[in-house]
């Protein structure tokens, strides 16, 4: 589809959004893209917010300089798009409003929408990121942010002077800095599913069903024995631990929960994004780990397993 069928589909999705060709609608067009562009940006804000707080719940403090910055100037923007106050000249003045100036408007709007959404990419990238690369994740995301500030910068110039800017529309460029950003790659175990075939230390197990957990240091459980249950802890990072746990034993912690979002998959059906806080440390040289689902408890504690000693011989489903 071209950009001007784009935007319109964009922009009269909207409730409430009427378009500027006539005067007496413009302020209320304004108003509902601003609002709707400033909560966006406060949702990713608040987003990248709870990954600062879970790094220095960890007492990793490197990479929270550059994560509050980010926070800063997605809450600036959010603020300046949100109280922006223009007069009565300009675009809504009494004089007739030339096409060009209209359609520009149109198009920094839908630049400045489909370039919120541009930004999970970065927060993506921030949330696979390891420590060691988290921060630049944080600098390329702002950039993207600051690239929206003088999309809106702009913007502001046309509804005030009534005339078309010489700056463009365009949507933040981001490809090439999230490729910057070295990718996360697995262990061949993370990517296990529902009836696989697998060996842990010589013994073998078929999943049965699956806890994903996602956010900073994200990690998959995956069911490999019931009465009592048992699961083998993966994680995204494969730099960190890995292990074989029990469910149902407890154990005490100081620890600060994690604050992230999980999903559970298993013959029972499946729930996705549920919010879920989890404590995940070592009790007398055990891994141990504790969900927390909104009131609901699950508690384990296992010994601590080599990666190495992991193999996924794939789906039993085809089978004979």
Known sequence: ????????????????????????????????????????????????????????????????????????????????????????????????INDAVLAQLRGFDDALLEGVAVLDGPIEAIERATIETVTDAAVHARSVVLQLSDQFSARSEVIETAEVSSILPAIPAVAGTIDEIEPVKPHPAYDTHDRDAIEILGDQYIVDARIEIKGPNAFRLYRVKSNPNRWLLTPLDPGQTFALLEEGITFETEEKPVRASGSVIGGGGNQSDLPVSYVRTQVDGNEALRLDWSGEVQSFVGSIVHPDDIVNYGSTLNQA
């Open 1 to 96: 589809m071209d950009r001007a069928g784009r935007i319109g589909s964009l922009l009269d999705g909207l409730p409430g959004y009427t378009g500027y060709r006539r005067k007496e609608d413009r302020r209320d067009a304004d108003r509902v893209v601003r609002d709707r562009i400033a909560a966006e940006l406060e949702a990713r804000a608040t987003r990248v917010d709870r990954i600062a707080s879970d790094y220095a719940s960890r007492r990793e403090m490197g990479p929270i300089e550059a994560l509050g910055s980010l926070t800063q100037e997605l809450r600036l923007l959010a603020t300046r798009v949100k109280t922006a106050s223009y007069g009565y000249g300009g675009l809504f003045g009494n004089r007739d």
